[in-house]
């Protein structure tokens, strides 16, 4: 069964410097987004991504975020100049357009 | 903006039992769609099920049902003859039916603790 996938699955970083996290969505699907989790809170959205442009973002999703679709299968979440409340969960997600098939997150934690 | 609440912070329940997970909601839209994500502690979501606000009848998906009753903005989940490996985070959330809207969004989560 086809399946989300990310990499890394663990990052940890410098508070200022910049990541970018990596997602394979499901080949077929047409939306993609973001959401991260603090962790012991809840799943936040991010952003969503649809024919080659966001389509919907919060109000977490500030200048420092920026989503990009390279090629035909990746979609890459950049933070510019991480800060510590950061640290989060980051979960890509892919649908055909109802629910989300989620990827096994990555782990980001700046120090 | 519409919001999820999930108003029992944690459950538990004795193996091979049944357990219901409660989820209310508030939106004043009548098109849109409700899920349950289980969230192991590997951290993985995973859809357990999922109900369009449109069909009356509740969804079911083997030891899995949902009790949707709409004008009340209710989601409960139940869990039947429970299994330790339904101990998880279980989140409830909502997405919109309106175009350009895909986003979900979820409650503050329960966790499900099965005893053996």
């Known amino acids: 069964e086809p399946e989300v996938t990310q990499t890394p699955s663990h990052q940890v970083t410098q508070m200022g410097q910049e990541v970018i996290l990596r997602c394979v969505p499901i080949s077929n699907h047409l939306y993609f987004y973001w959401y991260r989790q603090i962790l012991g809170q809840k799943v936040e959205f991010l952003v969503s991504f649809y024919n080659n442009e966001i389509s919907e973002k919060s109000e977490i999703f500030d200048d420092q975020f920026s989503v990009e679709r390279p090629d035909g299968s990746n979609f890459t979440l950049k933070i510019r100049s991480t800060k510590l409340e950061d640290s989060a969960m980051y979960f890509c997600?892919?649908?055909?357009?109802?629910?989300?098939?989620f990827g096994p997150g990555t782990r980001l934690l700046v120090l | 903006a519409q919001t999820v609440t999930q108003s029992q912070p944690e459950m538990s329940v004795q193996e091979a039992e049944t357990v219901t997970l409660s989820c209310t909601y508030d939106t004043s839209e009548s098109d849109y769609y409700l899920f349950w994500y289980k969230q192991p502690p590997s951290r993985q979501m995973i859809l357990v099920i999922r109900q369009e606000a449109y069909k009356q009848q509740n969804a079911t998906e083997n030891r899995f049902s949902v009790n949707f009753q709409k004008a009340a903005k209710s989601f409960s989940l139940k869990i039947s003859d429970s299994q330790l490996g339904d101990a998880a985070m279980y989140f409830c959330?909502?997405?919109?039916?309106?175009?350009?809207?895909?986003?979900?969004?979820f409650g503050k989560g329960t966790k499900l603790t099965v005893n053996p």
């Open positions: 997600a892919s649908s055909e357009g109802l629910a989300g098939d």
């Open positions: 959330a909502y997405r919109s039916g309106r175009g350009g809207s895909e986003k979900l969004v």
